[in-house]
């Protein structure tokens, strides 16, 4: 699944790209997590 994220998303927004976006929302569950990068957080 991960794999195919650039292949349906290539739209430009302020975060990077949309599958730089779509990535960090399917993480943004685990960010109390000691492990998930700061870098990742974004507001919905």
Same mark, same amino acid.
């Given at each position: 699944?991960?794999?195919? =994220?650039?292949?349906?998303? %290539? =739209?430009?927004? @302020?975060? !990077? !790209?949309?599958?730089?976006?779509?990535?960090?929302?399917?993480?943004?569950?685990?960010? @109390?997590?000691? %492990?998930?990068?700061?870098?990742?957080? =974004?507001?919905?």
């Amino acid at each position: 699944m991960l794999a195919n =994220i650039p292949l349906v998303t %290539d =739209i430009g927004s @302020d975060v !990077g !790209g949309t599958s730089e976006f779509v990535l960090m929302c399917m993480a943004s569950p685990y960010r @109390d997590h000691p %492990d998930y990068p700061e870098g990742w957080a =974004i507001e919905l």
